[in-house]
T-cell receptor
Framework: DTEVTQTPKHLVMGMTNKKSLKCEQH?????MYWYKQKAKKPPELMFV???????INESVPSRFSPECPNSSLLNLHLHALQPEDSALYLC????????????FGPGTRLTVL | GDSVTQMEGPVTLSEEAFLTINCTYT??????LFWYVQYPGEGLQLLLK?????DKGSNKGFEATYRKETTSFHLEKGSVQVSDSAVYFC???????????FGKGTMLLVSP
């Protein structure tokens, strides 16, 4: 299984809502990533988990809260988002966290009203 | 810091035309180089990779050669198809670091 899955595929939420994005991989990878991608732009790294510990936080606002319950799962909890947070959120995983090939999921298309 | 520069798009071609998308990079250390493709409404898929100088990555008719002397990793395909229409991202990662540095992406539009 060489797939990264993400749910939901689409999400619409209001600015006062709390929601979560989920990502799962069964490749035995020990590093997982969250990226944000705006239209016509490359992905921007948000968070990196290595061996279930947060290793990189790219100065992301606290309204985004990552969680890694185990080595196969990665969540992104969303609270009090702004309309400018509307984007495609991509999850990725890699064998390790150093220069390893990253496999991307299909993404969650988030719209904040 | 590390950076990747790609040619501006969109690149518009007719089916069966030859494709080149230029990519040059600046990096400390010894980067691994990648091309990712993003089809409309989808996530990123790895197209090909090269991990050291003079390596040639290839997949689905696409090729790219890691040229250390010119710090380049240009993507080529001999005969494009309509189904190749997508955005192509050149990227690098440096040994010991977990972050991918992406170029801005190049949109390819292939018409029948």
């Amino acid at each position: 299984d060489t797939e990264v899955t993400q749910t939901p595929k689409h999400l619409v939420m209001g600015m006062t809502n709390k929601k979560s994005l989920k990502c799962e991989q069964h490749m035995g990878h020990r590093a997982m990533y969250w990226y944000k991608q705006k239209a016509k732009k490359p992905p921007e790294l948000m968070f990196v988990y290595s061996y279930e510990k947060l290793s990189i936080n790219e100065s992301v606002p606290s309204r985004f809260s990552p969680e890694c319950p185990n080595s196969s799962l990665l969540n992104l909890h969303l609270h009090a988002l702004q309309p400018e947070d509307s984007a495609l959120y991509l999850c990725a995983s890699s064998q390790g966290s150093g220069a390893d090939l990253q496999f991307f999921g299909p993404g969650t298309r988030l719209t904040v009203l | 810091g590390d950076s990747v520069t790609q040619m501006e798009g969109p690149v518009t071609l007719s089916e069966e035309a030859f494709l080149t998308i230029n990519c040059t990079y600046t990096a400390t250390g010894y980067p691994s180089l990648f091309w990712y493709v993003q089809y409309p409404g989808e996530g990123l898929q790895l197209l090909l990779k090269a991990t050291k100088a003079d390596d040639k990555g290839s997949n689905k008719g696409f090729e790219a050669t890691y040229r250390k002397e010119t710090t380049s990793f240009h993507l080529e395909k001999g005969s494009v198809q309509v189904s190749d229409s997508a955005v192509y991202f050149c990227a690098l990662t440096t040994t010991g670091y977990s972050t991918l540095t992406f170029g801005k992406g190049t949109m390819l539009l292939v018409s029948p």
